[in-house]
């Protein structure tokens, strides 16, 4: 009885290789990490992109549409810009809301700082549950936070009427002064968006090596002077982030402004929403495309304000 060798048996070849359609997406020279190289990824990510930033490339273009009823391309025009600018409603609505931004990123700025810091630095009882209180206005839905700012705010209009005549009548006399009248408003916005800032600041300084503010201190610098010269920098890039996505939060907050605004301080986001449900025009489109320009241009601003300096780096 002869013995009968046995057939060698070649190594299963990967699905890649065996499916046409993947072998398609992914080239073989291609290591396991470098996922930026396959083409599947790269058709996913312009699905994406195609899909968040459509809208506003038509939004932009149908500014310039002339046509009233913005459905069909007419022609070139400019001429809704000018129509947009004379509009004295749509143009006062534009103004408070870049007001009210202004407002809110100062003031939400420094409190999400200071909030970042504190809780960063220093160790006391309950920190958890501040940490977690904190984080409620990211976590809890806007219109419940809309309803409860409409609360606390008629309260506390009720308990200001009882005063008018009162040793407080110089406080109303101050608010009826614009851009004061936008209290109200600026409040609920910065109760809404400083908590983003302190994540922010606060994801910046867990990288922070805390013997560098040990060293300036034994160098003989005082508080002040180390967290200005030391703490400061470090800290700059995650304030002007944090600065910037208050900034946008509230630009375009519709559901607080909306329970917070009175009958005489209309925001943009309010303005829009009462113009398109008659339709959208063009005029909309194009203050809609001015408020673009100036996110955008905000944007390219800190970007070039945290970007690196080169000759720093040699």
């Not at 309803?147 to 200001?160: D, Q």
Request: hydrophobic letters at 55%; glycine letters at 6%.
């Amino acid at each position: 009885m002869t013995d009968v060798p046995l057939a060698r048996t070649s190594p299963a070849l990967p699905l890649r290789h065996r499916v046409p359609v993947l072998r398609w997406l992914s080239a073989p020279d291609q290591g396991p990490l470098e996922y930026g190289r396959r083409l599947w990824l790269k058709l996913v990510l312009a699905a994406i992109f195609i899909t968040l930033y459509a809208p506003i490339a038509i939004l932009v273009a149908f500014s310039f549409n002339d046509s009233r009823r913005n459905i069909v391309w007419q022609g070139f025009t400019t001429k809704y810009y000018g129509i947009a600018w004379r509009n004295d409603s749509l143009v006062e609505a534009f103004v408070n809301s870049l007001a009210i931004a202004v407002m809110c990123t100062l003031i939400a700025t420094v409190i999400g700082a200071m909030t970042a810091l504190l809780l960063w630095r220093f160790r006391f009882p309950g920190k958890a549950a501040t940490e977690g209180f904190m984080a409620l206005p990211i976590v809890i839905p806007e219109i419940c936070m809309g309803v409860a700012l409409l609360v606390f705010f008629s309260r506390m209009g009720r308990w200001m009427a009882t005063f008018e005549s009162g040793p407080i009548a110089w406080w109303n006399e101050l608010f009826s002064v614009w851009p004061l009248t936008l209290s109200a408003i600026t409040a609920g916005h910065v109760a809404f968006s400083f908590p983003f800032v302190a994540v922010v600041v606060r994801a910046r300084m867990a990288g922070f090596n805390r013997e560098l503010e040990e060293a300036s201190r034994d160098l003989g610098a005082s508080e002040w002077q180390t967290f200005w010269n030391v703490i400061f920098p470090f800290m700059k890039p995650g304030l002007i982030a944090g600065a910037l996505l208050a900034f946008t939060l509230s630009l375009d907050d519709f559901v607080i402004t909306f329970f917070t605004s009175g009958p005489d301080t209309v925001t943009f986001p309010v303005k829009v929403y009462s113009l398109v449900r008659r339709g959208v025009s063009p005029d909309v489109n194009a203050a809609s495309t001015v408020l673009i320009v100036i996110t955008l241009f905000a944007t390219i601003l800190a970007m070039r304000i945290l970007r690196p300096d080169k000759g720093k780096a040699l």
